[in-house]
């Protein structure tokens, strides 16, 4: 199959790239995130940092100069994991792009992803060809994942047919600050 990861035309270093054009087929392909490999990746992470935990809990570090190293370590990576989690959940949410997500580590072929029957493919909400529109305007017109939904700043008592406390008013959709 021509989308196999081993074709050179696939050039996975080249980030942030929206799609890719197939040389032979002069057809412009969206690309599309794996959920599945990029929780794959945060879990090796995470792992990763449990690894240099025990290390340093166990003194099973090589020299002192480790030592001193691993909190630091450990804690960036968690950082990183945190930020990472984040950026997922708010393209679930809907508010952002999937295509922020994409990276060589959870990048799929359109066409693998349509084959994929256990994994959550995201696509990018720019179609072939499509404008970049300002992210406003893509919130309003992109739903998000299906099976999620998006939080709004409405308290979970509230509801359309009993309003929240404060008379009659329907309740927001937006959080006050």
Known sequence: ???????????????????TTHPRRN????KAISLSAELAEIRNAV???RFLADELA?????????????PLTISAILVLVELRLHQVER???GEEDPL???APHNDVSPI???????????RSWNTPGEHEEPST???ALTPPVQGTTRRTGTSPEASPDRPAEGGDQPPTTEPES
């Open 27 to 30: 057809r412009t392909m969206h």
């Open 100 to 102: 922020l997500l994409w």
């Open 58 to 70: 166990t003194g099973g570090l090589e020299d002192r100069k480790r030592e001193l190293q691993a």
């Open 137 to 139: 305007r893509k919130k």
């Open 1 to 19: 199959m021509w989308c196999d990861s081993s074709c050179p035309w696939r050039r996975s270093h080249r980030r942030g790239a929206a799609f």
């Open 47 to 49: 792992e990763g940092a």
């Open 91 to 93: 393209v679930l949410w």
């Open 112 to 122: 693998q992803a349509e084959d994929e029957e256990h994994d959550l493919v995201l």
